[in-house]
């Protein structure tokens, strides 16, 4: 039998443990920000290494704010590559640092060609440890940007402990709330696929760009056009 009386059957038991375990590890995993750097050296360059305000993980986990803002050194350094580029692109841990080293170099693989094709100018690329969300728009306006995407570790799910997000907005500023980014999420090899996320993300980003604006007032509208193009076609065939 696989169960007793009204209980989850025992492999179903086994299978939350195991994901939640998974869950557990990648919030603890470890970041290697030196080994990516390295690694990201081989492909574009320079890259920035910035620290915030928090200095260990277990400071981070209980003081989000802390990772929402930069020490004075990186603050410097910062403000030594300041110029006039369209876009940042910020690296950071997060709550998944398995997600970073799983998916961040192939996302950047299919993303950058489509930038560097369009004619976009971009700024040195950034990697903080224990970053949160929100520091985009620090590093963004100390550097210039017109914009800045986040690329962090998600918060683990069951299933999902390496799943990979991306936050997009336009003019980074310190007033800046979550109301004003637009996030594509779930960005993994079993979930949004790295040529569909590079592709959902170079399109938003342009129509920031044209727009002048992010967040809620800007919708994914692809779909939209895709079905009303369809239902035309589907129309002069009849």
Same mark, same amino acid.
């Given at each position: 039998m696989s169960r007793a009386g009204g209980s989850l059957r025992t492999q179903d038991w086994l299978d939350f443990k195991l994901a939640h375990a998974k869950a557990r590890d990648a919030v603890h995993c470890e970041f290697d920000s030196d080994t990516l750097r390295t690694q990201l050296?081989? =492909?574009?360059? %320079?890259?920035?290494?910035?620290?915030?305000?928090?200095? &260990?993980? @277990? @400071?981070? +986990?209980?003081? $989000?704010? +802390? #990772?929402?803002?930069?020490?004075? !050194? !990186?603050?410097?350094?910062?403000?030594?590559?300041?110029?006039? !580029? &369209?876009l940042v692109i910020v690296i950071s841990d997060g709550l998944s640092a398995a997600a970073i080293h799983a998916h961040v170099r192939h996302l950047l693989s299919a993303l950058m060609p489509k930038l560097l094709n369009a004619g976009w100018s971009a700024a040195p690329l950034v990697i903080v440890r224990f970053g949160r969300v929100a520091i985009e728009d620090e590093i963004g306006a100390l550097l210039g940007t017109k914009m800045a995407v986040m690329l962090i570790g998600e918060? %683990?799910? +069951? #299933? @999902? %402990?390496?799943?990979?997000?991306?936050?997009?907005?336009?003019? $980074?500023? =310190?007033?800046?709330?979550d109301v004003n980014r637009n996030c594509v999420s779930n960005i993994r090899a079993a979930g949004l696929i790295y040529e569909k996320a590079a592709d959902t993300i170079f399109y938003l980003l342009s129509e920031m760009k044209q727009r002048k604006l992010s967040g809620v007032g800007l919708k994914d509208n692809r779909v939209q056009i895709d079905q009303l193009l369809n239902s035309h076609h589907k129309c002069n065939t009849r």
């Open positions: 050296k081989v =492909m574009y360059e %320079p890259v920035l290494l910035l620290t915030r305000r928090v200095k &260990d993980r @277990a @400071a981070f +986990l209980k003081r $989000p704010d +802390l #990772g929402r803002r930069l020490d004075e !050194s !990186s603050k410097q350094t910062v403000k030594a590559n300041r110029g006039s !580029s &369209d918060r %683990p799910g +069951l #299933g @999902a %402990p390496d799943s990979l997000g991306a936050y997009l907005v336009h003019n $980074p500023t =310190m007033e800046n709330t």
